[in-house]
């Protein structure tokens, strides 16, 4: 299943709806995880950080919405 996250947009909302070890475990469990790019900075999560816990960074909420069988937020979309 490809599991996508984007940035959250709601003016000060600074979570982020999964973490990177979160996403480690997902993508551990044989999902493909993407995250929006830059969706975790606002609590110090880097697009390093993501990707190193073996996930995918795109560039825009669409793509999440364009390639995701299921879309993870803390905010509905």
Do not use: W
């Not at 982020?16 to 493909?32: D, W």
């Not at 960074?57 to 995701?68: C, P």
């Amino acid at each position: 299943m490809i599991i996508g996250v984007p940035k959250e947009i709601k003016v000060h909302e600074y979570r982020v709806a999964l973490t990177p070890h979160g996403a480690k475990v997902l993508a551990e469990a044989g999902h493909q995880v993407i995250v929006q790019s830059d969706a975790g900075s606002a609590i110090g999560f880097s697009n390093q950080d993501y990707q190193d816990s073996g996930v995918s960074i795109v560039n825009s909420a669409q793509a999440i919405f364009d390639q995701a069988d299921m879309v993870i937020k803390v905010k509905e979309p």
